[in-house]
């Protein structure tokens, strides 16, 4: 089946880099948006960034201008480059396809396992 696995993950200090990545194990599937989520130690899980098939993106607020999303639809792989790391940033980061066309058949909201992101000296 289809399954999302996620890469790149690690620790980083303050003001680093990371990116993060994630690909449909389906080399036929289709997916609609994809996304990724965080949640921190004692907060619900936020919406990180998400971009269509078509390439539109959107942000929270908390980074815009440091994270960018993008995608690869020949691969199925979706990619989180993080800059200007912080630590408010740290959190399990999660990836998510909202729809996942397969064999013809529909896959609603397929999350990765997450990885963790720890930014901190």
């Known amino acids: 089946q289809v399954q999302l696995v996620e890469s790149g993950g690690g620790l980083v200090q303050p003001g680093g880099s990371l990116r993060l990545s994630c690909a449909a194990s389906?080399?036929?599937?289709?997916?609609?948006?994809l996304g990724w989520y965080r949640q921190a130690p004692g907060k619900q899980r936020e919406m990180v960034a998400t971009?269509?098939?078509?390439?539109?993106?959107n942000y929270a607020d908390s980074v815009k201008g440091r994270f960018t999303i993008s995608r690869d639809n020949a691969r199925n792989t979706v990619y989180l480059q993080m800059n200007s790391l912080k630590a408010e940033d740290t959190a399990v980061y999660y990836c998510?396809?909202?729809?996942?066309?397969?064999?013809?058949?529909?896959?609603?909201?397929?999350w990765g396992q997450g990885t963790q992101v720890t930014v901190s000296s």
């Open positions: 998510n396809a909202d729809k996942i066309t397969y064999l013809g058949a529909a896959i609603y909201n397929r």
């Open positions: 389906g080399s036929r599937s289709s997916i609609n948006v």
């Open positions: 971009i269509t098939s078509g390439g539109i993106t």
